[in-house]
Each structure stands twice: as C-alpha cells, then as structure tokens.
C-alpha cells in the first residue's frame, strides 16, 4: 500500500507556522505566569482557530468569494490542515501499535 508523503515544503509550512505560534504563546504565557508547553500551545492554537471558523457568519463566509487570493488562501489552508491530519493520524497509529 503507497503512503501519502508529505511534500517537503508542507512540512516546513507547519513547522514554521507551529513554531510562530509558540513562540507567541510562550511571550504571552510569560508575561502572565501562566505555565504552558508546545503541545498545550499547538492544541490552543487549534482550538482558537476552530471557534474562529465556527462564529463565522453566512454574510461573512460570503464576502471572501470576493477577495482576491481568497479561494488561494483556503485551499492553502485545506492542504495544511489535511496533511497534519495526516502526520497526527500516522503517529497515533504507530504509537497505538507499540503500545
């Protein structure tokens, strides 16, 4: 069975965007005392962005058709999503098999 590899600059793409994102977080957990870990700050992130997508209105889902790169942007974001559904997917299995 073929796996699906993640092409080389996707893979640097999340890498980059996780470690912006920690970073981040790690100045403002600084600054609030509150304690925090990469893993924390990935799922905060992704919790984040969730609720974002979630409270987005029709009207607004609807005024992107009419930005430029838009559509670009989304399918970009689609891409990123799917592949570290993937690489999320692939470690838990292989750590399920160890386990």
Request: glycine share 6%.
């Amino acid at each position: 069975m073929a796996e699906n590899k993640i092409p080389e600059d996707t893979r640097k793409k999340i890498s980059e965007a996780m470690q912006k994102s920690w970073v981040k977080r790690k100045r403002k957990s600084a600054s609030s005392g509150t304690p925090s870990g990469p893993k924390a700050d990935i799922l905060n992130t992704i919790d984040q962005t969730t609720q974002t997508f979630k409270k987005l209105t029709l009207e607004e889902i609807t005024g992107l058709a009419k930005t430029k790169g838009a559509e670009a942007k989304i399918t970009e974001l689609s891409d990123l999503v799917s592949d570290l559904k993937h690489v999320v997917k692939s470690r838990s299995s292989s750590i399920s098999q160890k386990g």
